[in-house]
Each structure stands twice: as C-alpha cells, then as structure tokens.
C-alpha cells in the first residue's frame, strides 16, 4: 500500500485552501464534506469538491473525500454525487461514524454499482472513521467487513463525546491529555483500533492534533501513536505535515540498525545460528522482522536511495 503518513484534511467548500493542498507534501489529500463544512453549505461544498476532483489529473495525486454520516440526509448523496461524477480521481471515500460492519456494506454495495454504472476496473477504498464507542466495540467485525476496507481512522473528539470523556482542549484533538491522565488517554482504544486493522490487512490512522501552533505537542502525540503501531496521522492544517511524515519515516540511525541487524541475520544464518548478538543486545527472528519491516519501509519512502 501507498504510504498515508500525513492525511491532511481540507474543508470542502474552501476552494482556496484545496489549491494551496493538492501541490502540498501531505501523502493524502483528504477533501471533507463533513464537520469542517457548515450546514448551509454542504451542497456547495459537493458541487466545489466535484468540480476541483475533475480538474486533476487521475492517478497524479492520492486523494480522499470524506463524506457526511451515512445516518445523516447528505452522505448517500455525498457518496452517489461525487464518484459518480469524478470517481476516477479518487482513491478512497472516507467514511465517518461507523458504527456496524452493515454500515460498510452498505457502502460498499452503492460504490459496486457506481463502479460497474461507471465501468471503473479498481475498486474505490473505505476509509472507516471510528470514533464512537459502538463503532469500536465492533471494530474487529468492522475491518473485515470489506476487502475495500484501507484503513481505520481514530476520531478523538466524537469518540471522546461518545465515551464521556472529559474535555481538555477547545479543539478536543488530544492537547493537554496528559494534564488530567497519567500516560496516553487513549493508549487502549487506539492499541484496539490497531490490532484490528493490522489483523486485516489495513492501515491505523490517529486522529489529528487540534492545536496547530503546538509543534511540541504534536511531536508527541504522533510519535505516540507511531509507537503504538499507527501508520499516520490527520493533519488539519499545512503546518503540520512536514512533522507528521518525519515522524512516520524511518531516521537514518534506525535505517543503519536495522541494515546492520539484517547484516548480522545473513551471516548468522550462514553459520547456522538463530539468535545472535549485535552491539551488545540480543538479536533474534522478531527482531529480525521488525528489521526488515523497517528496511521495506524505508525503501518504499525512497526509492532509488543508497540502500
Ligand atoms: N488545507 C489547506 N490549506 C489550509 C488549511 C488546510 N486544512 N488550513 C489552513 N490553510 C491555509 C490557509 O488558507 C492559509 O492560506 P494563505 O496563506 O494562502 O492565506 C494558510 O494555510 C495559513 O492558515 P492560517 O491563517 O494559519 O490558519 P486559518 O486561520 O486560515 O485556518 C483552520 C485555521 C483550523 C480554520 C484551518 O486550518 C482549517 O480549516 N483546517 C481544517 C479543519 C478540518 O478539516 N476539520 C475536519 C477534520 S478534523
Ligand atoms: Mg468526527
């Protein structure tokens, strides 16, 4: 899979912002039609979202649209207009409050028939948006609900809403978390969304950092849930990208380790050996494997590079 470290979410109506995006670094553009578009202009919004999708060129840029609930009057419309009329230009269609695995085959059969209505031969990914307490007591059933499913998105602020926890920030998206808790607030609903993806075969998406001046802040929340196993974080301002791929990315200091770890692997193996010592720390077959995770990784991020 392409990688999704940044996903930097744009408000649909605001043109402007969709030019200043779409040549930007983020690994995804993610127009949105939902919570950053008011009421009124939700209709503007789709016709605006439609109208920049056509002006790409299909398969230059990875975008994804993010549509409204599909419990509300706009998301089957949202789903019906836009990849009807520029499906070609999209990569997924991101889906909000999921809360049931119906909820994904419900999408997953109207993009059926857009597809065939539209003779499309690659089929449009779901991105599911799990950010209430029932989407995630379901969330395993929910990530094999598709073979469409790409990835798994942690909403932090409807999430927090839907569990009643306290609010700590103006934004909700994870500032001032460790004021109230020892530790990360939500090590145990995003470790849970994790394994499900991972199960899967997805990627996990953290949610975005609200305060975007907050460089330090955001460091810390990404490099959380990166530890935890994310794959990339929403970014909802521009600011936030160039910290939230480094973060996601390999340093060159663990690019070294693991060629070294690899290095040690081979010629253990070739004296017949399975664990064996490198600078002074035990090496094994898992170790080996997150070696080599890493290493694929890199090389996925940089081709063409020295390794
Ligand atoms: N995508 C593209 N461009 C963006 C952007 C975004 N998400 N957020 C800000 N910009 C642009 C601004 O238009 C501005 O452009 P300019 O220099 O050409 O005028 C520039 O980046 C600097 O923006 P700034 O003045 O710092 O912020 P702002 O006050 O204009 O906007 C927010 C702040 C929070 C309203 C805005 O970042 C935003 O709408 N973010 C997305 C919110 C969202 O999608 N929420 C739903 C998902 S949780
Ligand atoms: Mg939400």
Redesign the pocket.
Known sequence: MKPRRSI????GH?E???R??LP?VADVV?L?L???VPLDAKEAARDQVIRTLLAQTPGKRTIAV?INGIDSAMGYRDLLEVVTAAGERIETVVVPKINHPGDIHFVDRLLTGIELHKKRATPIGIEASIETAEGMEQVSAIARASRRIRTLIFGI?DYSASVGARIVSISG?GENEETIYPGHRWNYALSRMVMAAKANGAMAID??Y?N?KDVDGLKRSAGMACALGCDGK??????QIDTINQVFSPTEEEIQRAKMILDADADARSRGMGAVAVDGRMVDQATVNLARQLWEQAKQLNPGAWF
């Open positions: 930097l979410s744009v408000p605001m402007k912002m969709h200043k995006a930007g993610m949105d939902e919570d950053s993010r602020a998206h949610a975005p609200g975007f929403w970014a909802i301002h521009p600011d």
